[in-house]
């Protein structure tokens, strides 16, 4: 008969992923907490309600809506422990580690890449062609972030869902 075993403890999905970019400095561990949390949260709802003020031009519009992708972005990534390394990069970082964070699919990934690029180009090499339907689906891309999070936490760390609460 083999000696009993304790069962393998399962940790949360994409949590190896994670792991592994912080080894390489990409990402670095941190304490998780509501402060913090709230902290990103709520800048990233101002910066959605200043987005949504048509006396404003749309590329400032979209620029703040995409500051407000980062942030809940920020905030995903918190919840898991974990925020951006210094290295260069890491707004990108940020966005790519979604999928492993919270479960984030191509749907969310690829236009926040692209968002990505349009932000650079805007500000190294003033290029700014951002319109209204780019501001439609910054929007739409902060409220699957937001939902996307909200759901991990619910499964993994309900205590700091108040966090997300305005």
């Known amino acids: 008969m083999s000696p009993a075993s304790d069962p393998p403890r399962l940790e949360p999905p994409g949590e190896s992923n994670l792991r592994s970019l912080a080894n390489i400095g990409q990402l670095e561990s941190i ?9 990103y949260f709520k800048n990233a709802k101002r910066l959605l309600r200043d987005a949504a003020q048509k006396n404003v031009s749309i590329e400032t519009r979209c620029i703040a809506a995409y500051t407000a992708a ?3 972005s920020l905030g995903a990534l918190h919840v898991r422990g974990y925020g951006p390394g210094c290295k260069s990069g890491h707004r990108a970082i940020v966005f790519q580690t979604l999928a492993p964070a919270v479960g984030a699919d191509n749907s969310v990934m690829r236009p926040l890449g692209t968002y990505h690029r349009k932000r650079n180009r805007a500000e190294y090499d003033g290029w700014n062609h951002f319109g209204e339907p780019d501001l439609s689906d910054l929007t739409r891309l902060c409220a699957s972030i937001w939902t996307l999070t909200r759901r991990w936490l619910e499964a993994h760390n309900p205590d700091l869902l108040a966090a997300m609460k305005p």
């Open 31 to 39: 304490a998780a907490s509501a402060e913090t949390l709230s902290r």
């Open 70 to 72: 980062h942030l809940l």
